[in-house]
């Protein structure tokens, strides 16, 4: 059973024009709620919630505060910067190397050059399948 104070105002019996009222404070002792839900409290409205004003840091201490969040918050800037840096290089790398295997892969290649045309018309469709076109003014 919950129990809570309550104001409540109760006139006098007597009727002489007066405003005689007097102030009781009684106990209301509250049933079980219809939720079924004991465990609930009522609310309290938040105007009469007590608040507490915080703590109270000194100028000093927040200037400090403010410059070690600078510090911590540039040197996060300078690592997320380092990194970037380091994946354009690794990414740029990677195309030379891509370059590079092209070429050595373009050189080692075996090239025959193919000057009767006819030939192409009598070869079966596996070996036309292996033919490329190259451009034989370069080699």
Known sequence: MVETEKEEVRESPE???????E???NKLIKG???????????R???????????LRISCE?????????????????????????EKEAKKQRRIENLKRAEENRKKSEVVQ???NTAKIKRMKKKQLRMIEKRDTVNT
């Open 44 to 54: 309290q409205r938040f105007s009469s919630i007590i608040k507490t004003r915080g």
């Open 15 to 21: 009727r002489n024009g007066k405003d005689n009222r």
């Open 61 to 85: 201490k927040k200037q400090l505060l403010r410059d070690n969040l600078k510090r911590v918050k540039e040197q996060s800037r300078a690592i997320i910067e380092q990194k970037k840096v």
């Open 23 to 25: 102030k009781v404070n």
């Open 32 to 42: 079980k709620p219809k939720s079924g839900r004991v465990w609930k409290e009522p």
């Open 113 to 115: 050059i193919i000057k």
